[in-house]
């Protein structure tokens, strides 16, 4: 059974997955390719006819990833044309349903909003909610800054003065689609919700304090993810002349007609060259303070109540960083002593020794290798999800936050509660390719997680409130207990759960920045 839809641009025609619709790669901006490249995004020319709308589209340009592969996706095509998005709905009719937008994740490398991990449908039918996922420019393709090029004569501003963000504004422009159009699929665009992980997450974050985002979303759900990820424009201009060099494009004239007809896949391979002198965060290309798209620090502007109508629900996977870790030779040979020195080196000296001591006294059951990676998890996602909330909660009552501590069998046990694990439990999507090979063969007591987390997701996108029956009572967050809702085979609620770490951690980082 076919489904029509008029939208702003056209007609569309999605198709009947059991109890749902869904409508797959839909435009939401014109390809950015030829002039286009490096620009902000342009609105969709209008259509006539119906546009099919049962295919999945091109993802946006990117460098093979093993996490992709991870979700079940398989090296799908890719294009430039890769502005769309996918919509599941149980109706097109008159409902009104909340809305969840997914920002996927990918270190703003990688990634796209058709992941299996990602099908909206459960979302659909358990949760009488709409779920729209998108695809966003990558790489420098959507964070190179070239504002200005001062070293090869030439400035720009303009169009490219939002150059560093133009993936962000990819974002804005799918979240302005949702509120033009999604009252035709059955949804409520004054109820909106943006949920994403990693990457995703980190977008939230800066999208939370971007001028040109405000009042298209009213809740978010923010995993692993904060507002501490953009960088200056001192450091984007830094990486932009690293990939200047790669391309052999340092000492030419006439440097963005050259970088717009390059090749994308010797842009690609210039990609990959100047991520691995970024090894350290992975993300050389993120959003950037250009005082344009964004216009101060994400936490500084959260701080300053710049969110302060936004409801929020954020938290983190108790061992985040093993996802990254677990591999690396370096850190699995790491004795108590090497942690003391890889500590003191990176900190002040006598760092480490008090470190140690305070998580092997909270965790006496990690080895060296895994004490290393609890300290990485806490200082790269929990103090800045923490940071966050701080300073919310100031300007916003319902505020909560979560931590994720059920831990995969796979891998003999050695990833635990990493990172991105809690994917498939959000989406209960535990059936989906790849689920089983990072999280173990499927049992009641899994489904119960997923259950409950992917219960408490769409009751927040309904009401702004992610209680439900299967979990204990969730209080909002507050400065005192600091109450925290642990997602595990058994659900319970904690009060700063590894607070005194968090402590630690956050004065000896402050002492040496």
């Not at 006598?350 to 290393?372: F, I, M, Q, V």
Request: overall charge negative.
């Amino acid at each position: 059974m076919s489904a029509l839809i008029e939208t702003s641009t056209g007609t569309i025609r999605g198709g009947r997955n059991g109890d749902a619709y869904v409508f797959k790669a839909i435009p939401y901006a014109q390809a950015p390719i030829g002039e286009l490249r490096f620009s902000p995004p342009v609105p969709t020319q209008p259509w006539a006819g119906i546009r099919e709308a049962t295919q999945f589209s091109t993802v946006a340009m990117q460098n093979a990833s093993s996490v992709d592969r991870m979700l079940g996706s398989k090296a799908p095509e890719m294009s430039e044309d890769c502005l769309t998005l996918n919509v599941w709905t149980p109706g097109h009719d008159n409902a009104k349903r909340p809305v969840m937008v997914w920002i996927h994740g990918g270190s703003f490398l990688s990634g796209s909003g058709r992941a299996p991990w990602y099908d909206g449908m459960a979302f659909a039918t358990l949760g009488d909610v709409i779920i729209v996922t998108i695809n966003y420019r990558l790489g420098p393709l959507g964070f190179l800054y070239l504002a200005d090029l001062d070293n090869v004569g030439e400035k720009f501003d303009g169009e490219l003065a939002s150059s560093g963000n133009v993936g962000l504004l990819d974002q804005v422009a799918a979240l302005q689609w949702v509120q033009d159009n999604i009252a035709n699929f059955g949804g409520n665009p004054d109820n909106v919700t943006i949920f994403g992980e990693s990457a995703g997450a980190m977008s939230i974050g800066t999208l939370l304090a971007c001028p040109s985002a405000k009042g298209l979303f009213h809740q978010v759900i923010m995993q692993s993810g904060a507002a501490d990820n953009v960088i200056s424009t001192d450091e984007a201009r830094r990486v932009t002349h690293q990939l200047l060099d790669e391309l052999g494009l340092s000492k030419e004239a006439n440097v963005i007609a050259k970088l717009r007809s390059l090749p994308v896949d010797v842009l690609l391979e210039a990609q990959a060259n100047v991520r691995m002198q970024h090894l350290q965060t992975g993300m050389p290309w993120r959003p950037v303070v250009d005082e344009n798209v964004i216009l101060t620090a994400p936490i500084d502007a959260i701080d300053e109540g710049n969110a302060k109508e936004v409801r929020v629900l954020i938290g983190t996977n108790l061992d985040e960083a093993r996802f990254f870790t677990v591999f690396d030779p370096n850190t699995n040979q790491l004795t108590d002593d090497t942690l003391i020195e890889r500590c003191d080196k990176r900190w002040d000296s006598g760092a480490g020794a008090s470190l140690l001591e305070s998580y092997r006294t909270d965790r006496p059951e990690l080895s060296a290798p895994h004490l290393w990676a609890a300290i990485e998890t806490d200082r790269i996602f929990r103090l800045p999800a923490l940071d966050l909330v701080k300073s919310h909660i100031y300007h916003q009552s319902a505020v909560y936050t979560y931590l994720f501590t059920w831990p995969t069998p796979a891998f003999g046990g050695s990833l635990g509660s990493c990172h991105v694990l809690e994917i498939p439990f959000v989406f209960n999507n535990l059936r989906q390719p790849g689920v089983k090979a990072f999280c173990g063969s499927i049992t009641p007591e899994m489904e119960n997680l997923a259950s409950n987390l992917h219960d408490a997701w769409t009751a927040f996108a309904h009401s702004g409130d992610p209680n439900h029956s299967g979990i204990p009572a969730w209080p909002t967050y507050n400065a005192t207990e600091q109450p925290s809702m642990v997602f595990d085979e058994t659900c319970m609620l904690a009060n700063d759960p590894g607070g005194k770490n968090h402590e630690l951690l956050a004065e000896i980082t402050k002492a040496s920045s």
